[in-house]
């Protein structure tokens, strides 16, 4: 897993460093944007049960968390855009208790808690529509790699005194699709409010070969985005900030002493 990991994420600054050139001669547009929002993991609960080894009902499972993502984007036209961006789906959590008054005349407690993050690193083709004014829709499709980290605390206890316990993380990795819907509006030039609904698939092979989608998430999430002409980098670009023009006696800092010429 760890090659491939590496192999996707080098591909990421070579898109931009391979068609940076178009993009210097033009008036496309790069951007950051930051969004937050609200986060459910759709199969955890089937992983709690399976670590935990206990029944449904004995568990009491949260599989909802705060998700935040950051965006690198670059947008080739009106329509169309290139994004990599960093998410973060926050905590899935469970718990469970399970009291038994009789093991071999002593009385058994069983207590656990499970948690699992899933981070993905996601590099998409974004494509949008102007439905008029400063209002877009868009979507994305892309490819991604996921991280997901397991942790867990169980305890056992014999007539309240504490027997065993078991604490530790794992991560597990892969990579896989990622899709987005959104809307967007702007609110000037350079600043635009962004609500999405965004996936990350994350299927997982366990050690006989079965497949699990235990750490597949989605957030809703509302967010701001910064986005600035490329061309201002382009020293002969329409937005140059340092454009070759020709100097005359009539600017602001010759024109004291040019007086007269130019006040004709």
């Known amino acids: 897993m760890g090659l491939k990991r590496f192999s996707f994420l080098s591909v990421v ?3 931009f460093i391979i068609f940076s050139p178009l993009a210097m001669a033009s008036d496309q547009k790069l951007y950051l944007g930051a969004s937050v929002g609200a986060s459910g993991y759709g199969m955890v609960d089937d992983l709690f049960y399976e670590l935990g080894g206990a ?3 004995s568990y009491d499972v949260s599989d909802t968390g705060t998700a935040y993502q950051l965006q690198l984007g670059w947008e ?3 329509f169309v855009a290139i994004e990599a961006a960093f998410s973060d789906f926050g905590d899935a959590e469970s718990e469970y ?5 009789d093991v071999n005349g002593h009385e058994a407690l069983s207590t656990a808690e499970h948690s699992v993050n899933l981070t993905s ?3 998409s083709l974004k494509g949008m529509l102007p439905l008029g004014g400063s209002f877009r829709v868009f979507g994305k499709v892309g490819y991604a790699s996921w991280t997901s980290e397991v942790e867990w605390n169980e305890s056992l206890y014999f007539d309240k005194a504490l027997d065993t316990r078991s604490v530790g993380s794992e991560e597990v990795e892969g990579e896989d699709l ?4 959104g809307a967007e509006y702007h609110l000037t030039k350079n600043f635009v409010l962004f609500a999405e609904y965004f996936t990350q698939q994350a ?4 050690v006989t070969g079965y497949s699990h989608d235990w750490f597949e998430a989605s957030a809703a999430s509302l967010g701001l985005r910064w986005q600035f002409d490329v061309g ?6 329409p937005d140059a900030q340092y454009g070759n023009r020709k100097v005359t006696a009539c600017d602001d800092k010759y024109k004291d002493i040019a007086g007269a010429i130019c006040n004709r």
């Not at 208790?97 to 008054?101: P, S, Y």
């Open 13 to 15: 600054p070579f898109v």
């Open 55 to 57: 029944s449904e009902g």
């Open 76 to 78: 080739i036209s009106r």
């Open 97 to 101: 208790r399970i009291l038994d008054g």
């Open 121 to 123: 690193t996601s590099l």
């Open 178 to 181: 990622f899709f987005a819907l």
């Open 203 to 206: 299927e997982y092979d366990d």
């Open 232 to 237: 201002v980098f382009n020293r002969n670009g």
